[in-house]
């Protein structure tokens, strides 16, 4: 999402909207739509990435997504942490997965494929920003020897990683 700030903790003004994080609701319907905003971890919307991808893949994106990453630690995620490829994603239909305001999360564990696999999918952006000082606040680490941590497959295109640690064994 271009134009991004942040205010203050728990609000963001995302494309010209005001949007506040305590405001989320699981997704019922088979459509994505508007700016919408999850909270990714213990006690949000979804508890780990992997639930929350899993879910995005089974709809139609029709607006912008964000999921913030508002733990430290992911150890329950079960890899690959898959995003494919969805009719509705675009240039202004976006998915960004980035941690809360000030947070540090590291996704960690042992895959010998990936632990995230950007497989056909388009616009996705993992920006690990905190939008504190610094950079690379968000860490994805694969502690196998034969495995990537992240893999762009079957003509993903557009996606991004930056401001992130990427660690492999």
Known sequence: IQGTAYLEAGEYIIDGG???????????????????????GSGGDYATLTAAAADLNSKVISGPVVFLLTDGAYPSETFPIVFSANPGSSAVHTVIVR???????????????TLVDL?????????GFNGAEGEGDLTLRN????????????????NMVTNTIIEGA
């Open 18 to 40: 005001t949007f506040d994080v305590t405001s989320t609701a699981h997704v019922t319907t088979d459509e994505v739509d508007g700016v919408t905003i999850f909270l990714t």
């Open 99 to 113: 941690p809360i305001p000030g947070g540090v999360p590291t996704i960690s564990g042992s895959s010998p494929v």
């Open 119 to 127: 497989d056909g999918c388009r616009y996705v952006t993992i920006d």
């Open 143 to 158: 502690t196998s020897t034969t495995g990537a941590t992240v893999r762009f497959i079957n003509d993903a295109s557009n």
